[in-house]
């Protein structure tokens, strides 16, 4: 079993929702670290902690951004970090379902992703060496406490329950 971590430069955590019942607003948080445990030979018994700054949250609007760190949403100050925490890793084909808890706003629920990868072992240009993995999954927000919502005139809600989430990670061997 050898241990991996998070490379954050080389990685991305992203999510969509609909807003105002119209178009997918899509955003990221820019700071994610964690650790993989990990063995080739035996994939079902790896495992994968991993922690995402909520106060990194980058939706390229901000106003929005101040909105999502707020009480209304996140609430950062109080909820600092999402967090997952794996449970199980199955083969799903070629590729994995990995289930584990999901700690959003202080709420955690099992969530399971649908995984592609680990990637081949490749030598970076400075001799770290390198896989990779993409996730996705969905959610509903208010399973996490995220209720904060606006009627719309026409009908409808300002922004949607169902939220989209996809991982692109890239992990260094640790030494």
Same mark, same amino acid.
């Given at each position: 079993m050898s241990t991996w971590l998070i490379d954050p430069a080389h990685?991305?955590?992203n999510f969509s929702v609909k807003h105002?019942?119209?178009?997918?607003?899509h955003g990221g948080f820019e700071k994610v670290s964690g650790t993989l445990q990990y063995d080739p030979s035996d994939i079902?018994?790896?495992? =994968?902690?991993?922690s995402i700054d909520a106060a990194s949250i980058n939706t390229r609007e901000t106003q929005r951004d101040g909105h999502l760190k707020s009480a209304d949403f996140f609430d950062v100050e109080k909820y600092p970090t999402l967090n997952f925490k794996s449970k199980k890793v199955e083969k799903d084909g070629e590729d994995l379902k990995v289930t584990g808890d999901l700690t959003i706003h202080g709420i955690t629920k099992e969530v399971a992703l649908e995984v592609e990868g680990p990637t081949a072992?490749?030598?970076?240009?400075?001799?770290? =060496?390198k896989i990779g993995i993409s996730a996705t999954t969905k959610i509903k927000r208010k399973d996490f406490g995220l209720t904060w919502n606006a009627a719309l005139e026409a009908g409808g809600v300002l922004v949607g329950d169902d939220v989209a989430i996809s991982l692109d990670i890239q992990f260094a061997k640790k030494v």
């Open positions: 990685s991305s955590a105002m019942m119209i178009a997918k607003v079902t018994k790896a495992s =994968i902690e991993a072992e490749m030598k970076d240009p400075y001799g770290n =060496i």
